[in-house]
């Protein structure tokens, strides 16, 4: 995961800017264009544990997700991959598109706070890998 992180801040997805786009590109194959996701493989974007913390939205498109979770109540055991790649800029216009459009619920952010999330999550990795 941290070589994940640090080279998201050298590589760049496509210049696809519209969240609504970059969320087709990118999680509509496994979470569907609704946002209900499919079956108990990939978990729905409309509960607000899963969403509403900058921290874990930004963290888990960054890192992926791998193993078990529960969402809104269900087991799902599905498998995200890392979007490390992706700009600060598309990861805060995929997270507003699903807090507006999909959840109709939660506060949108910038590219600012995602660069500093992502800084944080590299910093939180180094700690880990030097203990």
Same mark, same amino acid.
């Given at each position: ?59 888990? #498109?960054? %890192?992926?997700?791998?193993? $078990? @979770?529960?969402?809104? !109540?269900?087991?799902? &055991? ?15 216009? #995929?997270? %507003?598109?699903?807090?507006? $459009? @999909?959840?109709?619920? !939660?506060?949108?952010? &910038? ?21």
């Amino acid at each position: 995961a941290l070589l994940f992180i640090m080279l998201g801040a050298f590589k760049r997805g496509p210049q696809v800017n519209n969240g609504e786009d970059l969320y087709r590109e990118y999680c509509k194959s496994c979470h569907q264009r609704s946002g209900k996701g499919f079956l108990r493989v990939y978990p729905p974007l409309t509960d607000p544990e899963w969403i509403a913390r900058d921290e874990r939205i930004v963290g888990n #498109i960054l %890192n992926g997700i791998k193993g $078990e @979770i529960v969402v809104e !109540g269900k087991e799902y &055991d599905g498998e995200m991959p890392s979007f490390y790649y992706l700009s600060d800029n598309q990861i805060a216009q #995929i997270v %507003n598109y699903v807090r507006t $459009e @999909i959840a109709g619920t !939660g506060t949108s952010i &910038d590219s600012v706070h995602v660069a500093r999330l992502r800084s944080e999550l590299l910093r939180d990795s180094l700690k880990i890998l030097t203990k």
